[in-house]
């Protein structure tokens, strides 16, 4: 079973800057895609950025420009550098991890997901 363990939210003011870090118990080159999400209250949880296995990475429109998505081979890690934090930006973080498994002898895409931690950002 794939474990996601994040580190690094927490509450800043607006303007501010929080990088959270992602650890994989495998390599995350295992997966076609690892990434983080976000979910505010009474929100529906959103795609914020993703990298794939050859560096490739996308982002939601909200956060280009402002957030920076990293890997770490070496550490089977990933980070998420965030700058000129909003308001909006607040919501609990989850790590995300993507693949194909056969599941009842069927390729099935699969989710992993970390436990989520909590970035506030203060007005």
């Known amino acids: 079973q794939v474990q996601l363990v994040e580190s690094g939210g927490g509450a800043v003011q607006a303007g501010g800057s929080l990088r959270l870090s992602c650890t994989a118990s495998?390599?995350?080159?295992?997966?076609?895609?690892i990434g983080w999400h976000r979910q505010a209250p009474g929100k529906q949880r959103e795609l914020v950025a993703a990298?794939?296995?050859?560096?490739?990475?996308n982002y939601a429109d909200s956060v280009k420009g402002r957030f920076t998505i990293s890997r770490d081979n070496a550490k089977n890690a990933i980070a998420l550098q965030m700058n000129s934090l909003q308001f909006e930006d607040t919501a609990v973080y989850y790590c995300?991890?993507?693949?194909?498994?056969?599941?009842?002898?069927?390729?099935?895409?699969?989710?992993?997901w970390g436990q989520g931690t909590q970035v506030t950002v203060s007005s």
């Open positions: 990298i794939s296995p050859i560096g490739a990475a």
């Open positions: 495998e390599s995350t080159f295992s997966f076609n895609a």
């Open positions: 995300n991890a993507r693949r194909m498994e056969v599941v009842n002898f069927q390729p099935q895409q699969v989710d992993y």
